[in-house]
């Protein structure tokens, strides 16, 4: 199987900056796209930013300007640069892949555990 794992949030003031990763590990042929999603409370999740495997990324309108993903596909990460952080990026960080696993035709999608940003004075 695949497993996601996703480190570095926790507590930052307004303005602040932070760098979440994610680790992919298992029986990977390849990614495609990996991208980093966020849930906060009473709200559903929502796209961050996703990047292909060849680098062109996208990312939610309201963190342009501010958050800047990468990764690095001999190593199977991504990872999330946030800066001029709000209050409102508040939210469970998750990470997701798009996975070709070895001797598969398809591509099925994993997820981390999520980690929590919050961000407060």
């Known amino acids: 199987q695949v497993q996601l794992v996703e480190s570095g949030g926790g507590l930052v003031q307004p303005g602040g900056s932070l760098r979440l990763s994610c680790a992919a590990s298992?029986?990977?042929?390849?990614?495609?796209?990996m991208g980093w999603y966020r849930q906060a409370p009473g709200k559903q999740r929502e796209l961050v930013a996703v990047?292909?495997?060849?680098?062109?990324?996208n990312y939610a309108d309201s963190v342009k300007g501010r958050f800047t993903i990468s990764r690095d596909n001999a190593k199977n990460t991504a990872s999330l640069q946030m800066n001029s952080l709000k209050p409102e990026d508040t939210a469970v960080y998750y990470c997701?892949?798009?996975?070709?696993?070895?001797?598969?035709?398809?591509?099925?999608?994993?997820w981390g555990q999520g980690t929590q940003l919050t961000v407060s004075s």
């Open positions: 997701n892949a798009k996975v070709r696993r070895l001797f598969s035709y398809i591509e099925d999608d994993y």
């Open positions: 298992g029986r990977i042929a390849s990614i495609n796209v």
């Open positions: 990047i292909t495997s060849g680098g062109s990324a």
